[in-house]
């Protein structure tokens, strides 16, 4: 089993036990919006990711770390959650356990999130017309839209959504083309 994998398997119990707790206190979209909120600290800030990382740092440093940085900031489970965490040494696992989080409650839920790579900044309108057309094609009740900007594509965009794609971008179709071709060529009459 892959190391990715074995992170995987151990961060589930964690990531359902969370939403069942969230889910009984009725905070589901609090505790939703606070993971966000971590996440995206986690990613600005490597320095905190080295720190939860470290196993010669005491649990007791990282707790007061957690209960300075959140106290205020996120719901209370959420703080008692990372605690909980830190005492069983898998605060290392913090980003696969909130990953894993995510995809289960948007399961729960109904929601699809669609990774979208572009060239260009979406308008509102242009990202109304794409939700309700993605809400179409997969007959969920909500989406939300991780726009990327990648000026490689040209012009067009990529729809990633789960493990499907779909590539209407000019630099997509100039690779298939591309591939077309070279194909083409190597056949001997």
């Known amino acids: 089993m892959s190391s990715q994998g074995f992170m995987s398997k151990v961060a589930m119990p964690y990531a359902e036990a969370l939403i ?5 206190a009725s905070i589901l979209d609090q505790v939703n919006q606070d993971l966000s909120l971590i996440s995206d600290i986690l990613k600005e800030s490597k320095e905190l990711k080295i720190f939860f990382d470290n196993p010669l740092i005491t649990i007791e440093v990282k707790k007061n770390v ?3 940085l959140f106290t205020n900031q996120v719901h209370s ?3 008692r959650f990372l605690l909980v965490l830190i005492d069983r040494r898998r605060i290392t ?4 356990i909130i990953s894993k ?3 289960l409650v948007y399961q729960l839920q109904s929601i699809v999130v669609a990774e979208i790579l572009t060239p260009i900044i979406l308008t509102d309108a242009q990202q109304s017309a794409l939700i309700n057309k993605i809400r179409d094609i997969t007959n969920s009740k909500i989406v939300k839209l991780v ?3 990648e000026p490689i594509l040209i012009a067009g965009f ?3 959504i789960g493990s499907k794609t779909i590539d209407t971008s000019l630099h997509g179709r100039l690779k298939h083309i591309s591939a077309y071709l070279n194909s083409a060529s ?3 009459i």
């Open 77 to 79: 489970l959420v703080i």
């Open 147 to 149: 726009i990327k900007i």
């Open 101 to 103: 989080y995510l995809e």
């Open 66 to 68: 957690v209960n300075e």
């Open 158 to 160: 990529i729809i990633k």
């Open 93 to 96: 696992l913090l980003d696969t």
């Open 20 to 24: 069942e707790s969230a889910d009984d």
């Open 186 to 188: 190597n056949v001997s």
